[in-house]
């Protein structure tokens, strides 16, 4: 009810506030308390100045004196809505009631006057400006008008009412007018601590629900004050952050950039920013033992408000940080660079296949195309039965490795988009393994490497695909003959353990070297470098091994030395089926590394998928 009564009279105060203090709320606070006051001494005046006139008769001099100065206050307050100059009307308010004490106190009684009491309220006025220059101006104003009126000779004015009755009348005017003042420094003062509150509410809001964290502290890092969100970017309670106790969760290697980092910003007037690593407390009370550290950006600002903030170079003391989890950011940029190195690794791999497949298919093909043309031109060439039948078997050997080229690409392909068709039966290992051991006879006999076979005998069946795994064990043998000089020995062992079957292929061979081990199994990838040429094949039939153990379910693992030979063990669940179905769901995995073991001269490999 207070309040609505009082509505019309605080939007009329708003309106004359001047434009220039309506962004302030203090200062706009300051000039309504000036103009209420003003207003009522000036208006209450004027409506009581007719009423006495009636009752007195003919105003006297003093009378018209003071009727001439009710009209100041109104002209105040047209002067500061017009102008906005706060600490100028004061000023002039304070001169204007001096003036008025000074010539009502010379004819009135001097130091006796009953308008002495008003020269205290030519101080007091300025008290509302918290201006220490216009309080100090004023108080002198008031002391020289108290000076004048001890010095002045008063006139011999003779007054009708009694003196008495114009000291109480004056000691009256006076106290009313400072009551005024007193409330409006009182208003003043509840709508500067309205204010304040509505300003801390507003930023203990912001800061409350802000994901962002905000920080103020020193220059030597010391936190004074964090926001409440910095329990959801570290952890750990905002009290167990403050002073230098941040600083302890930055990583090591990055403390040096925090700290220049806050004193640049504390010297400079350019905000400071730094990315850097801070623990945080895992989530999972299972994991607390070990460090989590995440990637936050830090923004910082130098307090500029206020000289006791600077140090003896007037540097600023104090710093406001702002903290950013940018964790996903890296992890994005990560991935981009991830992305990055595939797209380069997927082009030198389609430039080694263009060089790898060009080799092995221009090279069938000229066998066929030249041996064509021989058998075409027979009659002038004079070959004989046995040069034919030669240059037949050379035409069908091109053949079969032009085929067999093209069948390892697009079984490759299929495989990696996944379209390859695993058709599972139970059959038999061991009559597989002694069919495959008997077609690859023939090539270790005439690269002269001995081949042998270990098949366990109470082998139990397996379903898989037998056509899948036949690829299998004669990729791994023909890799093993490959690689594996004159005089050598490749040996297949096969055996069951765990529901398992294990097939191991091993070689006395060149061994593979450590740095080529990352790669292997990628397509078209052969040990040492592809350019050279130092073993004819396109690469793919560990990429093709490898793809259809994983198509399976099962796992290969890698062992190599060199100059020692390799071992490959390719380990297949009895029952494939359920294998398959995982496995056609994910992609085909590159081999995770595993340690070396310690070898007394050079390092044995191991990879395993």
Partial sequence: MRSSSFAPIRAYLDALVHASARQDSLLAARHRAFFATRLFVGLVALAIFPIYLAWRGVPTAVEVIALCWTLTPLLLVWYLSKTGHYERAHLLSACSLALLVAMIGAITGG???FVVPWIVVIALEASLSASRRLIVSTIAIALLTAAALWLAVPYPVSIDFAPAWSMIAGAASAAIYAGGLALSNSAFVRAGQVAKELSEARYRLLAQNMSDVIARHGRDGAITFISPAAEQLTGVPVSELLGHRLFERVHL??????????SDAARGAIPASLEFRLQREPRVAAYRGAPEFIWVEMRSHAIEAG??????DNNPRQVVSVFRDISARKADALAIEHARAE???????????LATVSHELR???????GFSEMLAREDEMKLDAARRQDCARLIRDSGEHLLAVVNGILDMSRIEAGHFEIVTEPFAVKPLIESCRNMMSLRA????IQLFADIAADLPEINADPRALRQVVINLVSNAIKFTGEGGKVDISVGAAANQI????????????????????DPFFQGRSTYDRMYEGTGLGLSVVMGLVKLHGGSVEIESRMRQGTKVIVRLPLDCQEGMKAALNNPIAKFPRRPAPSGRDEPKVRKSA
Avoid at 257 to 262: H, Y
Avoid at 307 to 312: A, K, L, Q, T
Avoid at 502 to 521: A, F
């Fill in 502 to 521: 294990e097939l191991i292929v091993s070689d006395t061979g060149v061994g593979i070297p450590e740095e080529d081990m990352d790669r292997l199994g």
């Fill in 363 to 369: 090279t069938p093909l000229n066998a066929i195309i």
């Fill in 343 to 353: 797209a380069e690794r997927t082009n030198e791999a389609k430039s080694k296949f």
């Fill in 111 to 113: 130091i006796a006057s």
């Fill in 253 to 262: 290697a990055d403390r040096p950039a925090f700290l220049t980092a806050i």
């Fill in 445 to 448: 006999e005439q690269a002269g």
């Fill in 307 to 312: 000289s006791e903030r600077h140090d003896e």
